[in-house]
Each structure stands twice: as structure tokens, then as C-alpha cells.
């Protein structure tokens, strides 16, 4: 812009400087033209005035070195001309100042000669006898005047040009500096041009626009980056090279991958070549999924194909952790085919009795013990379907039941009452102990975790035995102790009896009734209350299962 400016300073300069000459010389020319016509025209009378007085003889001593002069007589010819012989000379009787001086008295003209060099002014004067005397003076011409001034012209040219140059260049430092200095950060604080203003709020207000849409840009990508961030799936979008754009903490994790990793090659980070299969299709458009192990653990992986008007541009990987479902599925197919053996042995030994009995082929005497039987195996059969309902609802979290504060002492009082017979029958005998404590809890679960507690203490004690049921409340706890003095839990076995259907002794367990599903609603009812289970067991000693609630109010829960 700079040289801009300075080219367009000097070219003014120089057409201004041309322009000037040419006005300046053509006034000047003129001017003094006119002063030289007014002197030939005086001149003219002056001689006009002595050749009327002294006829031919006036031009005998006349030493004449600027003018010519001539003297016409009436039919044009020339009597006298001061620089060519009249005998060569034409008619001036067709001579414009000739022709006024001879119709006014006087004329006068201007002519260029042929080469255009030279200028001549005639001045003509009619005299008392008719005659004409023509006086005639030549001036260069001017641009005879121009090339003999050529060098004062090219001297002042010089300086002028020099003069544009330096001014030029400080004009245009000038003229740009204020523009140069324009602070685009803080645009309405510039001082500079007022033409500029328009130009300038227009930049405020884009500047302003600019960063509101960059923090609502930031605020989104940190929303994003929180989601994905909190993301328990792995989540690596990749472009269409296979080169990582973004991995989440999870992915990181699971792939081992330091903080540098934007850029690097996913297929260098986890060479695994279920993986390598499925982002080599989704690069090229085709969806994919498959299941692979990461530490000791199962991930189904998601690729998906990133497209934008059918051209992949890359591809997102997701990882979800499916270990704790398969794990599910596994213990709900187990659940399905322990469910249908523990029915199925029951129902067989009803057909069995039954198909004896229809047949007649029980004698009178035993079929009071059949019948017994038949009764009996009814019975585990509804207890087990029982105890199923109650753990499918536990499964399902116990949405719809209702949470109330429960005394947890009248509580286990209740549950002992209902196991009285049984404990009678078994010769145990049992005690309750402790202090009153609201539990704010499911009045329907906590019964049975307290029954089927004292259920088995019961069940799997000595003749004779005892059982405890304690009641504390204790460091912000509620504790429930059920102490048994019976046939004790080995410790190969104390972590898996609340496993489904597991039992130490299948037999026992059966002849004394047992699912083996009571300890794990135990389990899920602890669960769902938020407490503790632990267990303590001397094989042929006792058992005490203890169950630490934390104090809740509905508010926590
Ligand atoms: P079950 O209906 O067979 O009693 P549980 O789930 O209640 O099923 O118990 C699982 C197994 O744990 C029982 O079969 C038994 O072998 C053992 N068990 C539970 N409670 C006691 C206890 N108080 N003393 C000894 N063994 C116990």
C-alpha cells in the first residue's frame, strides 16, 4: 500500500509539474507577444510618421537590425523591404494585415513560418497617399522557447522530481502508518481515520460474535468431553487412515495407552485381530461388532463407520464391558436347569407314590406314609416355588415395596414365634436379646432375611442345641447376630453357601427341608437394605451370622 500510495504521490507530482511548465511558458509566451506586438505597432507609427514626411529618403539612412520593414504601394507591389530585393518579391496585396490596414487604416497579424520554428508579428499602416508600411519582427516559436530552455526545465525537473520523492515517501509513511498501527484487538480504541469507524465497529462486533461462539464452542466440547470423559464404554473415534482423533479415560485404560496418543495408530496400540477385522471394514464402510478379551475380561466391540455424503472420513470404536452380563446369563441358564432338577426330583417321586397308590399296589398299611410322602414332597415343591418368587422379585430390586421404620427386635420375636414348633421338634432351644432399633426398611424382606437365618440355625444344629438371636445398636450401626451352636461351616464352603442351590450336604439339607435358595435371599434382602454380611464358623462348634445395617432415614435411602 505503502509503494501504492508513493507511485500515485509521484505520478500528481509529475503531471502537476508538466502541466505547470506548459501552463506557466504558454501565459508567459503570450504575454509577452502582445508586449512585442504593442512595440511594433508603435514602431510602425513612428515610421509610418517619417515616411510620410520624407518619402524614400527615410529608408536611406535607416539601419534597421530587429525589424523588417516594408513599404507596399497601393496595388500591392513592394517599393521597399528592408531584407529582400522587391524585384523577386510578390504581390502583398492578399496580406491579412495588408487588407485591414488598406479597409481600417491598420492591421496587424501573426504567422508561423513553414518549419514552425519561428513566429513573425506584421504590424501595417495605411499612410496619406494610399500607401502601406508594413513593419515585421520574428520570434522563435514556442516550442523553440521549450527546447531552448530544455536545460533550466531538466535542472528544475530534477529537483522537483527529488523533492516528490522524499515527500512521496514521507506523505505515504504517513498515510499508512495510522493504519498500520490499527489495534484489531481492542478495535474501538483507535484513534486513526474517521472514514475508518464503519470498517472498525463492524470488526467489534464480528470479534464479539467470534467469542461468544467460541465459548459456546468451548462449553460444548467440554460437555462432551465430561460425557465421554464419565463414559464407562471405551469410546475412540479414529480418522479415515486408522489414526486416533480422540480416545476417552476408559479406552486409555483398557488399552494401556500413555496421554500421547493423539495421531498414533490404533492398529500399533492393540494388534488383536478380531479388532484389526472390524476397523479394517468399518474403514471401508461396513458396519461391525465382535467380542474380545481385555484383562481377563469380555468387551463387545462396536465400529461404526463415520460417513459424510457416502465418503468414510473414519470410524468410532466403542468397548462395552459385557464380562457381568455373561456372568448373569451364565447364572440364569444355571438358575433354569437347578430350578428344573430340584422340581423335576420332587415331582418324580410324586408321580412315583402316586402311580403305586393308583395302581393298588400299596398295601393298607403304608399308604398313610405314602400319603405322607406325597405331602411332603408337595411341600418342598411349594417352598421352592416360593422361595423362587421371592428371588426373582429381589432380582427385579424390590421396586414396588414399600420402605417404613421397623423395629427390628418385634421383628425377629415374630420370626421366632412362627419357628417355634420347629425348633421345639428339633429339641434347639432359643433366645432373643438386645435392645429395640428401627431398621427404615422392607418389612416383607427383612422378615425373611431374619427367618431364614434362624431357619438354618436351627436346621443345621445339634439335638439339643441353642440359638441366639441378638439385637445392638452400635457405632451408627444396627446389628443383627443370629449365634447358632451347631454343626458348623467349613471354610472351603463359607463363601459359597449364598450361592443359589448350594448346599454343604445335599442330602441333609433335603431331609430337613432346604431349597438351598435361603441364604441368598438373605443375601439380596442385606443387599437391598445396604448391609453387611459376615460370617463366622467352627466346623462341629457354630455358626454366627452377623448383619451390620447402617442407620437409615428415608432420606438416604
Ligand atoms: P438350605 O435351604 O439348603 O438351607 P441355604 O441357602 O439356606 O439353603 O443354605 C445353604 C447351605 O449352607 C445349607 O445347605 C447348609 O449346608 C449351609 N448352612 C446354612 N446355614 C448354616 C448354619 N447355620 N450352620 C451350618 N450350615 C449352614
Known sequence: MTKRIFRSICLVAFIVFLASILLIMGALYEYFSNVEQAQLKMQTTLAAQGVTNEGIAYFHNLKVTNYRISWIDTDGNVLYDSKSDIEEME?????????????????????????????????????????????????????????GMARPICIVFVIALTLSIVLAIQISKKIVNPLNNINLDNPLSNQGYDELSPFLRRIDSQQNQLRRQKAELIQKEDELNTIIGCMNEGMILLNNKGKIISINPAAKKLLDVGEDYTGADMLSLCRNLDLHEILCNALQGEQGERMIQLHEENYQINANPITSKNIV?????????????EKAEQLRREFTANVSHELKTPLHSISGYAELLKNDMVKEPDRVPFAENIYGEAQRMIR???????????????????????DLYELAKKA????????????????????????????????SLIYNLCDNAIKYNHQNGNMTVKIQDKDNMILLYVIDTGIGIAPEHQERIFERFYRVDKSHSKAVGGTGLGLSIVKHAAKIHNAKIELKSTIKKGTTITVRFPKQTNETI
Not at 313 to 325: C, D, H, Q
Not at 418 to 434: C, F, K, R, V, W
Open 91 to 147: 504581390n502583398h496585396l492578399e496580406r491579412k494585415e495588408v487588407q485591414q490596414a488598406i479597409a481600417k487604416g491598420y492591421g496587424e497579424s501573426r504567422r508561423y513560418s513553414d518549419t514552425l520554428m519561428e513566429r513573425s508579428f506584421y504590424c501595417a499602416q495605411k499612410l496619406i497617399d494610399g500607401t502601406i508600411l508594413r513593419l515585421s519582427i520574428s520570434q522563435s516559436s514556442i516550442l523553440t522557447l521549450l527546447l
Open 313 to 325: 472420513k473414519g470410524a468410532a470404536l466403542f468397548f462395552f464391558n459385557v464380562t457381568e452380563k
Open 384 to 406: 421352592l416355588v416360593e422361595d423362587i418368587i421371592s428371588l426373582s422379585r429381589l432380582d427385579e430390586g424390590a421396586k414396588d415395596m414399600q420402605y417404613e421404620n421397623i
Open 416 to 447: 421366632l414365634q412362627s419357628l417355634a414348633p420347629a425348633a421345639d421338634a428339633a429339641h434347639i432351644s432359643y433366645g432373643l436379646s438386645g435392645v429395640h432399633a428401627n431398621i427404615y426398611g422392607i418389612d416383607r424382606l427383612l422378615y
